[in-house]
């Protein structure tokens, strides 16, 4: 598994906001083939190490939605797609879109931080049917999309059945998202499924893992709150 910068090449024109900077570390990537890591912050939270971030205008609303749609537009663009059998633009990788938010309240002092991340998910492949197999690096892509989900499933059947011991480690995938799946956040998730004959038996495993999903509780999320002495 390799993590990529989607917004490494992206410079934003127009301005950006003035409000004070999270406490969470902020890092530019220095080119597009800098080696990027996970690691956890001071209060054990993901974050990754080396990845491009961009701030938005909290100020003017319409020119930080005008930002937001260009660095989602940008990521997208520069997203690993591919053609195979079964797909004109086949997804070759995972995408997760993190928007971190950070408020102040100046008359109490009051600090609210958090995150919201999008993730689409890659969809499991049959070699047999998206023909794969004939390409070494689309071999390979699919290998690793499959392992991953399959981690992300090992999670939901850890955490469904209460489980001591959740392996978020196991992928890259589940690591990046361990804040959103513990009782630390909330997570709302959509399956898609075809509507061919001829994908039945994919859109049943869908099912089934939809059905592992949902029967996971996470609990009452976590307020991040902190408050600013003067």
Avoid: W
């Amino acid at each position: 598994e390799n993590l990529r910068d989607l917004l490494v090449n992206l410079n934003l024109q127009n301005g950006t906001s003035s409000s004070s900077a999270p406490s969470r570390p902020s890092y530019a990537a220095a080119n597009a083939n800098q080696k990027l890591a996970i690691k956890r912050d001071r209060n054990q939270k993901s974050f990754v190490d080396g990845l491009t971030q961009h701030k938005i205008d909290a100020q003017n609303k319409e020119v930080g939605v005008q930002q937001l749609e260009a660095l989602m537009a940008a990521a997208a663009r520069a997203r690993s797609v591919a053609t195979t059998k079964m797909n004109a633009q086949s997804s070759r990788s995972h995408s997760v879109f993190m928007l971190h938010l950070y408020g102040v309240n100046d008359d109490s002092g009051t600090i609210v931080e958090g995150s919201l991340n999008l993730c689409d998910l890659a969809g499991s492949e049959r070699l047999d049917r998206s023909g794969a197999a004939a390409d070494v690096k689309r071999l390979k892509e699919t290998q690793a999309i499959n392992k991953s989900l399959s981690c992300l499933g090992d999670v939901f059947n850890a955490l469904g059945n209460g489980s001591p011991h959740v392996p978020y480690r196991n992928s890259k995938l589940t690591y990046l998202l361990q804040d959103c799946l513990s009782g630390d956040g909330k997570a709302l998730m959509f399956v898609n499924l075809s509507p061919t004959t001829e994908s039945g038996n994919e859109s049943l495993c869908s099912l089934r893992f939809a059905q592992r999903v949902n029967s996971v509780e996470l609990g009452k999320a976590t307020k991040h709150v902190t408050y600013n002495r003067k």
